[in-house]
């Protein structure tokens, strides 16, 4: 069974900062671009980071580039977000998703797991 | 920066009609134009690729047009479990965007 588990929410300090994972299973990961989403609370979905197959090549959103860190682990086959300087604006569910490489949208998506950040 | 904008931003609609949804990028996409389907409590679906292409296990009641500027997606006879928040997003160019959502509710 095709499976995103994501981990690593919690509460984060103004500042601080928090890394999540993305386990993942039932395809061969190291062959699929991935990306992170986040969807604050009631709001519209965010596109933050993206890495290719082989981690060579990484993508970032303006609102989180120079704080955040995308990076995965194909022998774990995991993925992980690094996120740093965290503000309240970084509140939000964080997805990680498959992207249908070389195309870059998702075809599968993690349940989320909720980052909140406050003091 | 691509900016996406849907309209309407909520859809009242009656189990079986039709609902037809709109995406309008700020510049041409060619046809790298995806929607998605999101649920109350759920992550988000992917439907419709390509700007027409359905993905598997997706419904022939959903399909997609357009390409360059403006896409549409339309739902042919609604389902009660269509109703939910549908978002388009371009993968075109960098970085990715998303438009803010069209809620289909119950009229």
């Known amino acids: 069974e095709v499976q995103l588990l994501e981990s690593g929410g919690g509460l984060g300090q103004p500042g601080g900062s928090l890394r999540l994972s993305c386990a993942v299973s039932g395809f061969t990961f190291r062959t699929y671009a991935m990306t992170w989403v986040r969807q604050a609370p009631g709001k519209g979905l965010e596109w933050v980071s993206g890495i290719s197959d082989g981690g060579d090549y990484t993508y970032y959103a303006e609102s989180v580039k120079g704080r955040f860190t995308i990076s995965r682990d194909n022998s774990k086959n995991t993925l992980y977000l690094q996120m740093n300087s965290l503000t309240a604006d970084d509140t939000a569910i964080y997805y990680c998703?498959?992207?249908?490489?070389?195309?870059?949208?998702?075809?599968?998506w993690g349940r989320g797991t909720l980052v909140t950040v406050s003091s | 920066e691509i900016v996406m904008t849907q309209s309407p931003a909520t859809l009242s609609v009656s189990p079986g009609e039709r609902a037809t949804l709109s995406c309008r990028a700020s510049q041409s996409l060619s046809s790298d134009l995806a929607w998605y389907q999101q649920k109350r409590g759920q992550a988000p679906r992917l439907l419709i690729y390509g700007a027409s292409t359905r993905a598997t296990g997706i419904p022939a009641r959903f399909s997609g047009s357009g390409s360059g500027t403006e896409f549409t997606l339309t739902i042919s006879s609604l389902q009660s479990e269509d109703f939910a928040v549908y978002y388009c997003?371009?993968?075109?160019?960098?970085?990715?965007?998303f438009g803010g959502g069209t809620k289909v509710e119950i009229k």
């Open positions: 998703a498959r992207v249908d490489t070389p195309s870059w949208y998702f075809d599968l």
């Open positions: 997003q371009q993968y075109n160019n960098w970085p990715l965007t």
